[in-house]
Nanobody
Framework: QVQLVESGGGLVQAGGSLRLSCAAS????????MGWYRQAPGKQRELVAS???????NYADSVKGRFTISRDGTKNTVYLQMNSLKPEDTAVYYC???????????WGQGTQVTVSS
């Protein structure tokens, strides 16, 4: 089992910054990829950014150059630094972890990010 706990969401004005954190616990040695997804009202959940064990990153086109995903192995935590936020970034952000023993990933409970114009 893997448990994921997100934190760091909130309300920010357009152009501002937030940093989300996702703390992983449990069988973390078998996590292969961690990522951040988001879901806005009435829309499907979409990938925002991901990072592999080797540090390879992947970003949605809509956040490239503004968001940075990073991983602290000593703290078993993944971060999402979000800069130059836009109202369209408003969504519930979910942490996600792929593991090597099953095809279904683990999810956190989500954290709300609201960007006001």
């Amino acid at each position: 089992q893997v448990q994921l706990v997100e934190s760091g969401g909130g309300l920010v004005q357009a152009g501002g910054s937030l940093r989300l954190s996702c703390a992983a616990s449990g069988t973390i040695s078998r996590i292969t990829v961690m990522g951040w997804y988001r879901q806005a009202p009435g829309k499907q959940r979409e990938l925002v950014a991901s990072i592999t064990n080797g540090g390879r990153t992947n970003y949605a086109d809509s956040v490239k150059g503004r968001f940075t995903i990073s991983r602290d192995g000593t703290k078993n935590t993944v971060y999402l630094q979000m800069n130059s936020l836009k109202p369209e970034d408003t969504a519930v952000y979910y942490c996600n972890a792929d593991v090597d023993w099953r095809s279904v990933p683990y999810w956190g409970q989500g954290t709300q990010v609201t960007v006001s114009s």
